[in-house]
């Protein structure tokens, strides 16, 4: 995979860019840990509200340039079309398939009860199948690794 310089990313608005962390490192795979925060976590009243949260995720890079050792800072690289695939598959397809469920049980049948069990059924089913390919969605999320050029102030 080729690396992505600076000039080529710069400006570009169909990339995505995370800092993060090298959490571990071994022939396969580099493990960067990324802080996820949502907007609450900037907010002065955090402290009153029991909304705010951060949540530390892994990410897994397969194909690399360069050499990197652990507890370094990284940026990690993505198109963003690729966020927008993991969340049709995570949130929007499940959703249009439960819909489609709720609303073909109910017309033939008009018990809730079956409907509501049948949309957790195909749920389920959905999830387990997703989890199955999991290793063939990996393989066609691609992410690239960078040093971080962000220099912070001590």
Not at 82 to 92: M, S
Not at 112 to 123: K, M, N, Q, S
Request: charged share 20%; glycine share 6%; proline share 2%.
């Amino acid at each position: 995979m080729r690396p992505i310089s600076e000039a080529s990313f710069m400006g570009r608005t169909d990339k995505t860019c995370h800092s993060g962390i090298v959490k571990s490192i071994n022939n396969q795979h580099i493990v960067v840990t990324v802080l996820s925060q949502s907007a609450c976590v900037s907010c002065h009243a955090k402290g009153a509200c029991s909304s705010s949260d951060s949540q530390e995720k892994e990410i897994e890079i397969t194909t690399w340039v360069g050499e990197f050792v652990p507890g370094e800072k990284v940026e990690i690289i993505s198109d963003k079309s690729q966020g927008f695939r993991a969340v049709f598959l995570a949130y929007i397809l499940p959703l249009i398939l439960m819909v489609s469920e709720l609303v073909i049980i109910l017309n033939y049948t008009n018990k809730e009860v079956l409907a509501a069990t049948g949309a957790i059924f195909i749920l389920t089913i959905y999830y387990i199948g997703l989890f199955s390919f999991r290793n063939n969605l990996m393989k066609s999320l691609k992410f690239t690794i960078r040093k971080s050029s962000k220099i912070e102030a001590i």
